[in-house]
Structures are given as C-alpha cells and as structure tokens.
C-alpha cells in the first residue's frame, strides 16, 4: 500500500489522504516491435472498491483534489520501488491541479528524477478548467514532461481539444480500434484521425489492443504507439 505521511503537505491533504488504501499496478506502452517499452501506465487499484467507484464518491463529495494529489504522489512513489527505468504515464484530471505547495513539495521529493520521465495523461471526464490547465501545463513544461490526450475519438470536440491543449501524444480510444480488422468504417475513421495528428507533430497510441489482428491493422495505418492486454496486461 502507498503511504503519505512523510510527506511535507499540509495537514489538510494528510488527512484526506490517509483514508486512502490503495496501491498501483503498471501497463506497459509498447513501440511497434511489441518488445520495447516506450512508457509504463500507472493504474490505481483501492482496496475494497473500484477505480470507478473510487472517483465517483470523490466527485460527490466535491474532493477530486484528493485523488488528483494521491495519484501524482502514489504513482511516482510505486514507479520507482519498481525501478523501471522508462517513462511513467499519470492520469490527471482535466477539472484539477496540485495547488503551486503541492506541487513545489512533488518536485523536491522527486527532484530532477523525474525530468523528462513523466507523460501527465489527462482523462476525458469530468470537465476541463482552463484555469487549472494553465497551471498544470506550466509545471509539467518547465520540468521537460510530456501531456497525453486521453480517449481520443468518443467526443464531439476532439480536435479543438488537441488545439487547446497541444498534447504530444493522443491515445485512440478502444471504442475506434475494436475490430477493425472487419469494419472498413473505423480503419477509415483511425487512418483520418492519424493522418491529422501526425500533422500536428502528435504520435498515436492504439489503446485496448486485444487481438492480432487489431496490431496489425493499427501498425500498417502508421499508429506509434500500442497498448493493451494482447501486448500484455497490467501487473
């Protein structure tokens, strides 16, 4: 279980946190070759609960700021007890940031470890504050980090999201990718959608590949990156 209190946050945010039981698995990003990692995603796993369930009481209870902080400092801590040595993908809400305290403490725990090793992995839900976004791409930038544009493909407003936000790395969501092998529509809809991406300098990961046959479809399309549970699951 990841643990808080040697943390120099405010006693505020410690005791939020120590109602937290939860512990973090990793799943590999992979490069096109299905051997070399290109990054590891931390996934929160609680105890007693779902990840789902997790977050949706924190929404009611207006505390998103508590999972938000949990996750930036669980993840990291987990990442490096297992010493991997690629990048580390975070999720992070789009509605939140780490208060500038919050984040000043992050930085001198990780310190310049963490330069260059981070991908801030914004999710789709449950809004996007300009105002946070302003500072959470302020600190990721100046410490040479990477953003990731989550679930790519179920929204109305994905490019002009990918405009705000600038992102260097888009995840197509799985929704576009399942069995494309046998649906002419979503290889035409994935092979537009990299096609603008690319135009933009942004590489692509194929997200929830679960078949042979999805790889091979999103690799001859030119997808960068791939991820899923026919690559290998989390663990």
């Known amino acids: 279980m990841i ?11 410690l005791k939020a946190l120590r109602q937290l039981s939860i512990d973090y698995v990793f ?3 992979f490069e096109k070759d299905k051997k070399t990692v290109y990054a590891w995603e931390a996934l929160m796993r609680p105890k007693g609960i779902t990840v789902t369930e997790l977050i949706e009481n924190y929404q009611d209870a207006d505390q ?3 999972i938000e902080v949990a996750t930036f400092f ?10 991997y040595e690629q990048r580390v993908a975070i999720n992070s809400f789009p509605s939140d940031c780490m208060l500038p305290e919050e984040a000043q403490t992050f930085w001198d ?10 991908i ?13 976004w302003i500072e959470k791409e302020k600190s990721v930038r100046n410490m040479d980090n ?3 544009l989550d679930d790519y493909g179920t929204g109305i407003n994905d490019m002009d999201k990918v405009r705000v936000m600038n992102p260097d790395i888009v995840k197509l969501d799985r929704s576009l990718i399942s069995n494309i092998d046998t649906c002419p529509e979503k290889l035409e809809r994935c092979k537009k959608c990299i096609k603008a991406l690319h135009e933009k300098g942004i590489r692509v990961v194929a997200e929830g590949i679960e078949r042979e046959e999805e790889f091979d479809y ?7 990156l791939f991820q899923g549970y026919y690559l290998a699951r989390p663990g």
């Open 3 to 13: 643990h808080f209190d040697h943390l120099a946050l405010s006693e505020d945010i």
């Open 27 to 29: 799943q590999p990003i």
């Open 64 to 66: 998103l700021h508590v």
């Open 74 to 83: 669980g993840a990291m801590q987990a990442f490096f007890l297992r010493g």
């Open 109 to 118: 725990y990780f310190g310049e470890d963490i330069r260059g090793r981070m």
């Open 120 to 132: 801030i992995e914004l999710l789709e839900y449950p809004y996007f504050s300009k105002i946070h």
């Open 146 to 148: 990477l953003f990731s």
């Open 218 to 224: 999103m690799v001859s399309i030119g997808a960068d």
